[in-house]
């Protein structure tokens, strides 16, 4: 996603090596979060797609996830995606 922000208006922030960590890091690593400016933190496709807003190549798809069946799909598709992870980590180690 970094590649992808062309214009610097993402802050990528490390957990393990930030000083200050809004949220515990074992919850932030259960899934992925988003804090827009001035706005509450959110996770899981609700965060992808205020990541993609802001990222040139893909703003269509994050401005399409703003109606809201299609924020579910995406939210349905993350979570079977969160099911999956742990093999697809195993699978990748091995």
């Known amino acids: 996603m970094r ?7 993402v802050d990528f922030i490390d957990i ?6 809004p949220l515990e890091p ?3 690593l259960q ?7 001035n706005g509450p933190i ?10 993609w807003r802001q990222l040139p190549l ?9 109606i809201p069946t299609v924020l579910k799909v995406l939210e349905w598709a993350y979570i079977k995606f969160l099911a999956y992870r742990p093999k ?3 699978l990748l180690s091995s």
């Not at 959110?42 to 990541?51: N, T, V």
């Open 31 to 37: 899934r992925f979060h988003v804090q827009e400016i």
């Open 16 to 21: 393990y090596t930030t000083q200050t960590c």
């Open 26 to 28: 074992q919850l932030l």
């Open 58 to 66: 893909l703003r269509p798809i994050g401005e399409l996830a703003r």
């Open 88 to 90: 697809l980590q195993r």
């Open 3 to 9: 590649r992808l922000d062309w214009f610097k208006r």
């Open 42 to 51: 959110i996770s899981g496709a609700a965060a992808f797609a205020a990541l």
